[in-house]
């Protein structure tokens, strides 16, 4: 195996950076059962796991959530300081300010 053996009998996979036998095998596996579990009629499965599985997978649902974010970024950009207080004033509308917060906490 120290003169290329081992590199000669295992190939790296065109869709993975490197081979292991070890724990990057058992990962793998690991893997292919829950993705089998999440994705078949088992009634081992609680409802919230799929669920939250299913969601994940809706990638129609991901893209949209996504144009939609581009889109508040482009409402927000400051291409220059004249855009900062627009841009801030339209993030604390949304509930999310940007320079400073103000909050109580019990001590």
Request: charged letters at 20%; a negative charge.
């Given at each position: 195996y120290s003169c290329g053996g081992w590199e000669s009998r295992h190939?790296?996979?065109d869709d993975k950076p490197g081979v292991s036998r070890g724990f990057g095998a058992l990962q793998e596996q690991h893997d292919n059962v829950l993705l089998q579990l999440l994705q078949g009629d088992s009634?081992?499965?609680?409802?919230f796991a799929r669920d939250?599985?299913?969601t994940c997978m809706d990638t129609r649902?991901?893209?949209?959530?996504?144009?939609?974010f581009k889109t508040l970024l482009d409402s927000v950009a400051c291409t220059?300081?004249?855009h900062m207080p627009g841009a801030l004033g339209a993030l604390a509308k949304l509930g999310r300010p940007?320079?400073?917060s103000v909050?109580?906490?019990?001590?």
């Amino acid at each position: 195996y120290s003169c290329g053996g081992w590199e000669s009998r295992h190939s790296i996979p065109d869709d993975k950076p490197g081979v292991s036998r070890g724990f990057g095998a058992l990962q793998e596996q690991h893997d292919n059962v829950l993705l089998q579990l999440l994705q078949g009629d088992s009634a081992s499965v609680k409802p919230f796991a799929r669920d939250f599985f299913e969601t994940c997978m809706d990638t129609r649902a991901v893209e949209n959530q996504a144009q939609a974010f581009k889109t508040l970024l482009d409402s927000v950009a400051c291409t220059d300081r004249s855009h900062m207080p627009g841009a801030l004033g339209a993030l604390a509308k949304l509930g999310r300010p940007s320079l400073f917060s103000v909050s109580a906490t019990p001590s």
